[in-house]
């Protein structure tokens, strides 16, 4: 997730634009850069680090009567957070700057391609393709325009694309597909951004282009079109929106919004790593050899990220057959592991900065196992460690709770189980049927959200509780573990998870009416064992929210409430199934007036011992 | 039918090497028959094909289907295993006219695609699992048809499949039956001191058949047209031979392709030899370890185990074996290649494999060449310039195989 801004009118100074990408720093922070044009050239400049610390004096670009501009603020995917992979981008001639929000699937090909015919990449970008994709085209096309829209045919995956052209320097040439686009309408300026928080200052009066539009603009208005060029008719609307509720995507709180973003970040965490032609993934960011190697899997983790290394010892285990364990990345230094030959250390960290996990990949390594991540940051200190890895490109998360980091955990870890399994004896039928259900996440994961109004009120009517259980078995055990720890970080009641056969060996005693218990049961596997967890707590008088797959009216029958998951594989459940979790915890601590996005005592990113 | 059946290789032949190098794996005999026969009969057509570029020139002759036209087409991967039994089946998903993709382990079994889904051009073995796996279509539940994955598994079907293949050519064929349970076709000579035995399965000859004088036949025996069963030759259980072959000595649970010649004493069992293959007298191979365990097949970074406790040798095509040849258990010989003294180890396509006496050298392609050019003449067959070039072409393909330095050659 990254921001874009871009303005046309006059006086397009670069002040303006670092403004307006101020606004947007919670799309990302790692980088940030800004292009103007004026006079048939374009001038550039690019910055690691967070825009509030760039030196103001520094920040004088281009001269006087630029008239357009545009800027971006990076959440690094492709390429860690430098000055050379910052945007906008160029192309061979530094005529053509690119900034760009989402994943080009298809740059490898192209960048391969673009090469062959003797362009120049300076940057480990995906978005770098697009400006010589343009240039390309530039060659045959009659104008700029054209030559922008043959380039977007061409480009799989999701964009929100700006673009400057010193041949036109009054005009941007902006489009979408899957990342969103605004149009802001000043009365002598026009304006585009990822979204309306950096409009605001300008106008109130805003156009949403729609997937698969384009639109130019000018200082004194634009014109709209599908990607093949024919006039499309937009309606004007007015922002109602304070800044803050902006910046939250009019939601109250970062947590409720990140848990909104899951169908996307879902989506975009297998986006272009699925290669359905072999029933497997693709992860560039670990080689096949190393792969092909591995015997043994050892998960470092803590946290929530700990709860979806446990679930990855399931995924692993289940579709790969490589013998997995799981540890905490506080006690892997100090619990003398035993690490067999060909063992794969896989550290999990959201931030990429957790230090314990880090200490954990740096024992590991000095007992020479091969180490990778999963990380959201691109370029953290665990990312740069491991030296290889795999991003979850969740985009940044900046709720205290961990919840869409925790979903895109888990795709990547069914893509690393579905292509190691692959590689040992997995068929292409089981490859196909999983890689089928996890596209459909997204979707389902949508539908989920639809439930929130009655997920609201459920909370509504336990949130005076005290203590609560939560219990699962198999991939519903460390769903049930992250369930619980949601809620009591976020509003400080007590909650356990245990794993449900083992309630009778003690938590079981922990029963009464006063004591709710929420209650997995959406595997296919263990369902009719989760009914007798059921029947024992009923037994005891204790009250039960279940989590079931739709249309399960038996387990509903047994429950004071029901949630309904659609259905999905069983190694998939805890992709869904955590979700009205966190929605659960999040209107339970709204409810008692908890401050959700800052929790007493946390904080986002661990880095002490 | 309107709806055609294309047989399309797939980009995961590798383990099916030598077997497979030489010719398309829908012509791949096992227990009398080929799918290219199967399919061609369940179609009433000869099957288009898509199969690997260095082999298309040659098997145009042979096989007429040539690539896919346009129209509703059943696709049936070239590896499915030749069973009668799927004759049914072909014919029913073809006219059913739903479309599907089935699979079968790793790899697509079959698809059926409707007229308004155009080819893609050209159509190769390395994209049209990519493609038909691309479109979509609805993926089966069941595992309609099993694929030979591996070379060795052409021995391993061999048995499972061979009385309903058998049973087929029986009913299908014009054949007398000449003596219980031995159906021969037009221009049989059956010595009469040959001896049959056909209470485990019946004994097929073809036309043009010669059996000569204390040969020993015991049922489900297939000897393919105009080939010769020499004196006190002993066929036992699960053979079938091509065309055009000779066959002595004794021979159990094996398969041997058209223009081969195993006609001296000396034991082969349970093993595949290819076409225009001379086994010299004495030559014999071992298909059970001393241990009775699980044969197991050695290659350079991996042992694929068989599951089979029977295992003798596959053979490729043009090998040659001199005198008193020992191969043993579970070894592959490549395309090629000449073998003197005892096998122990695989062998790779175009070697002189003489490594008991310390020698290993690569036979040159020429040299394969112009001895397939004395063989053809030999049978009244003129060697064409297709014929040279598939020889080269192998040659090519096989050379990683080689390793011509002080360790012995592996595949």
Known sequence: ?609 | MDRQIVLFEDHLLGDMNPVALTRPAFAVTCACMTLHEIAAEAGGAEPAWVARGYLGKLIARQFRGGPPGDGPKLFLNASIVPDVRYMEKFRELASHGEPFVATAGGRVSAAFLPAEVSVPRPLTPENITPWLLELKLPLLEEELFRTFDHQFEVVKYLEPLFAANIAHRIGRGSYREVRPGVHAAEDVSIADTAVFHTRSGPVVLERGVEVRDFAYFEGPVHVGARSRVTERASLKEHVCVGETCKIGGEVEASIIESFTNKQHHGFLGHSWVGSWVNMGAGTSNSDLKNTYGEVRLEFPHRRVDTGLQFLGCIIGDYAKSAINTSIFTGKIIGVSSMLYGFVGTNVPSFCNYARSFGQITECPADQAVLIQKRMFERRGIRQTAEDAELLKAVFDLTRSERLITDEPPAL
Request: hydrophobic content about 40%; glycine content about 10%.
């Open chain 1, 1 to 609: 997730m990254c921001g874009i801004f871009g303005y046309t009118g006059s006086d397009a100074n670069p002040h303006i634009l670092i403004e307006g990408i101020k606004r947007l720093e919670y799309r990302g922070y790692d980088s940030w850069g800004v292009c103007v044009a004026c006079d048939d050239q374009l001038s550039l400049l690019r910055r690691v680090g967070r825009i509030g610390a760039a030196d103001s004096a520094e920040i004088e670009l281009g001269g006087r009567g630029c008239r357009s501009g545009i800027a971006h603020t990076r959440w690094a995917t492709h390429g860690a957070p430098t000055e050379i992979n910052a945007h906008p981008h160029t192309d061979c001639t530094g005529r053509i700057a690119v900034i760009h929000n989402g994943i080009i699937e298809n740059h490898s090909a192209l960048r391969s391609t673009l090469q062959a015919q003797g362009h120049r990449f300076a940057s480990e970008t995906d978005t770098e393709v697009i400006p010589h994709l343009i240039e390309e085209f530039l060659k045959s096309e009659q104008d700029f325009s054209a030559a922008f829209l043959g380039a977007m045919k061409l480009l799989v995956g999701a964009y929100g694309i700006a673009a400057l052209y010193a041949g036109e320097p009054g005009a941007i040439f902006v489009a979408r597909h899957g990342s969103p686009i605004v149009l802001g309408l000043g009365k002598d300026r026009t304006l585009v951004a990822s979204d309306p928080a950096p409009l605001v200052a300008h106008t109130r009066e805003v156009i949403y282009l729609d997937d698969g539009e384009a639109a130019i603009l000018h200082g004194d208005g634009f014109e709209t079109k599908t990607l093949e060029g024919a006039p499309v008719s937009k309606s004007v609307q007015q922002i109602a929106f304070s800044l803050p509720d902006i910046e939250r995507g009019g939601f109250p709180h970062f947590m409720l919004k990140e848990i909104s973003e899951q169908p996307e970040s879902i989506h975009n965490a297998y986006r272009g790593r699925i290669v359905r032609a072999e029933g497997t993934a693709k992860l560039g960011g670990v080689d096949e050899a190393l792969l092909r190697s591995v015997k043994h899997c050892h998960i470092v983790a803590c946290g929530t990220s700990w709860h979806a290394g446990l679930i990855g010892k399931y995924l692993l285990e289940g579709l790969a057959r490589i013998p997995t364990q799981v540890t905490f990345g506080s006690e892997f230094r100090y619990a003398h592991p035993v690490l067999e030959p060909d063992t794969l250390v896989v550290a999990i960290s959201q931030s990429g900065e957790t230090v314990d996990t880090l200490a954990g990949v740096r024992e590991a390594k000095l007992m020479g196992a091969e180490t990778i991540g999963i990380c959201n940051v691109v370029g953290s200190s665990i990312a740069r460690e491991c030296g290889k890895g795999i991003y979850i490109h969740a985009g940044p998360e900046i709720g205290v709770a961990s919840t869409k980091a925790f979903t895109s955990q888990l795709v990547v870890l069914s893509l690393l189980a579905v292509h190691l399994g692959r590689m040992r004896g997995m068929s292409l039928r089981a490859g196909l049927l999983f890689l089928d259900a996890l596209e459909r996440l997204p979707q389902q994961a949508e539908e989920l959200l639809t439930q929130k109004d009655r997920i609201s009120d459920i909370a509504g009517r336990y949130a005076a509780f005290q203590d609560f259980l939560f219990i699962g078995r198999l991939f519903e055990y460390p769903t049930a573990l992250e369930g619980a720890l949601k809620l009591k970080e976020i509003s400080y009641i007590h909650a356990e998870g245990v794993q449900a056969a083992e309630m009778k060996h003690g938590p079981i005693a922990l029963i009464e009416p006063d004591v709710p218990t929420v209650v997995l049961a959406a595997q296919a596997e263990i369902r009719d064992k989760m009914m007798g967890n059921m029947n024992e707590i009923r037994a005891r008088s204790g009250k039960i929210i279940a989590v079931a797959q739709e249309g399960d009216t038996e387990i509903a029958g047994l429950a004071e409430e029901t949630i309904f998951l659609p259905r999905t594989l069983d190694p998939l459940v805890p992709i869904l199934a955590v979700i009205p979790l966190q929605m659960f915890a999040y209107f339970v601590a709204v409810a008692r007036g908890c401050d959700v996005d800052k929790p007493r005592n946390l904080a986002k990113s661990v880095t002490v011992e």
